[in-house]
């Protein structure tokens, strides 16, 4: 089996072939991978630095969309040529960018027919991350005024779709040429990040108190927005380089975890409300090394995917 990974941590990216010996379990799914995520999580993973479960050599990739081909014994909610996404950590055989991918059956959420094999591979740990951030660590409470940080990224973007979702309402920090589609994902403001009073405009919306809760989603952004939380407030971080809570702020290092029921809920949600995630780059698999640096370097405006059998 063809895969796209490292031969160590710290290694560069290159095309596998991989082992297919793997004794399958009563709950696993074997998926045909159609599409598969990159995202700056996938360099940390490739440095060792996030316990995906198995060791190199191996393929990278933490997410995929594709087409269920077996199933464990177990297995209830999926038969063969069903089609599905997934976040599979911790990860059974190998990571997604490979032709064909393992995941037990908690970790898998059905497609939405009108969900892209490409949206379905960018979807699930940024979805995951808005889901578990709104409703688990902040519980944000319908016409609860929130502020989403960096909400221009894509899992910016479905932080602030996830919060319209549940009735906040939303003000946003991102490039002024994310703004209509921040917008329709749901922002009632979206301030842009370029316009250095845009903390001015912020307080000046939620009032002299600052904000209940806020979201950061810009990797050194938490320092900087803890200010702009009101006495007693929350304030969660993907980037986990929180600061040290004040003010009785109650400050959270978020970690996305799988799960495939909230997934599939967050999938079928996101369709029925006609939103999309752009698609900046669609590659092969031998391009994984590119798609990678693009992810890192901040040179790809939307989402990147690689194709195993482009």
Same mark, same amino acid.
């Given at each position: ?36 995520? *990159? ?15 198995? *060791? ?11 087409? *269920? ?234 989402? *990147? ?6």
């Amino acid at each position: 089996m063809q895969g796209a990974g490292i031969r160590g941590f710290g290694a560069a990216v290159e095309i596998l072939d991989l082992s297919e010996s793997y004794e399958p379990q009563e709950t696993d799914v074997l998926i045909q991978v159609r599409a598969a995520g *990159v995202g700056n999580w996938d360099e940390i993973a490739r440095n060792g630095g996030w316990d995906l479960g198995i *060791v190199p050599p191996m393929a990278l990739g933490v997410e995929a969309s594709g087409i *269920v081909i077996a199933v464990g014994s177990s297995v209830r909610r999926f038969a063969e040529a069903d089609e599905v996404l997934t976040h599979p950590v911790p990860l059974r055989h190998q990571g997604a960018w490979a032709e064909r991918l393992v995941a037990v059956e908690a970790t898998v959420a059905r497609k939405p027919p009108d969900m892209s094999w490409p949206t379905a591979a960018l979807f699930p740990v940024p979805a995951l991350t808005a889901g578990q951030v709104i409703h688990h660590w902040l519980q944000v409470q319908r016409g609860e005024p929130l502020l989403i940080h960096g909400a221009g990224g894509v899992t910016g973007g479905l932080l602030v779709a996830v919060a319209a979702s549940a009735g906040a309402r939303v003000v946003a920090v991102a490039s002024s040429q994310d703004r209509e589609r921040i917008a329709a994902y749901g922002a009632q403001v979206v301030l842009d990040y370029h316009d250095t009073s845009w903390p001015a405009q912020a307080r000046a919306i939620f009032g002299p108190h600052g904000a209940p809760a806020a979201v950061n989603a810009v990797r050194g952004g938490a320092a900087r927005l803890i200010a702009m939380v009101a006495d007693g407030g929350r304030l969660v971080t993907t980037t986990s380089d929180g600061p040290p809570p004040e003010r009785g702020v109650t400050v959270t290092n978020f970690y996305v975890s799988s799960d495939g029921e909230l997934l599939e809920k967050l999938a079928i949600d996101f369709v029925a409300r006609n939103l999309t995630i752009s698609l900046a780059r669609h590659d092969p698999l031998p391009d994984a090394a590119a798609a990678l640096a693009a992810v890192v370097n901040g040179h790809s405006r939307g989402g *990147v995917v690689l194709v195993p059998n482009s």
